[in-house]
C-alpha cells in the first residue's frame, strides 16, 4: 500500500526553526519528485516545495529563502527544513507524491505563536 507518513510538527515561536519529515511506503521512492505542500485555516492549500529525483528543488515565493527541502533515499524519506518561522506559517502541512494520482500524507500541525 502506497503510504505517506509525516512527523516534526507542533508549536515554535516566531522566528524558530522546524523540521518536518516525511516517510514514504510501499513505492519506488528515489524515482519520485517529492513536494510540500499547506492549507492555512479558510484558505487552499498551496504548493511551498518540491524536490525531483535528482535533487532539483523549488519554493515558492512565501518560502523561499527560509525554507529548505532536501531527500534521503536511502530512508525513503524527505524533509521540510523551516526557519525563521512566521504566524502567517501557520498551517497544516502535507507531504505529497505528485503524479497522475496524487499521493497524500496524513497533514500535521505546525503553529507559529508566542
Known amino acids: 500500500q502506497v503510504q505517506l507518513v509525516e512527523s516534526g510538527g507542533g508549536l515554535v515561536q516566531p522566528g524558530g526553526s522546524l523540521r518536518l519529515s516525511c516517510v514514504g511506503f510501499?513505492?519506488?521512492?528515489?524515482?519520485?519528485?517529492m513536494g510540500w505542500y499547506r492549507q492555512a485555516p479558510g484558505k487552499q492549500r498551496e504548493l511551498i516545495a518540491t524536490?525531483?529525483?535528482?535533487?532539483?528543488?523549488s519554493y515558492s515565493p512565501s518560502v523561499k529563502g527560509r525554507f529548505t527541502i532536501s531527500r534521503d533515499n536511502a530512508k525513503d524519506s524527505v524533509y521540510l527544513q523551516m526557519n525563521t518561522l512566521k504566524p502567517e506559517d501557520t498551517a497544516v502541512y502535507y507531504c505529497a507524491r505528485p503524479g497522475a494520482t496524487m499521493v497524500w500524507g496524513q497533514g500535521i500541525q505546525v503553529t507559529v505563536s508566542s
Open positions: 524536490i525531483n529525483s535528482g535533487g532539483l528543488t
Open positions: 510501499g513505492f519506488e521512492f528515489s524515482i519520485w519528485a
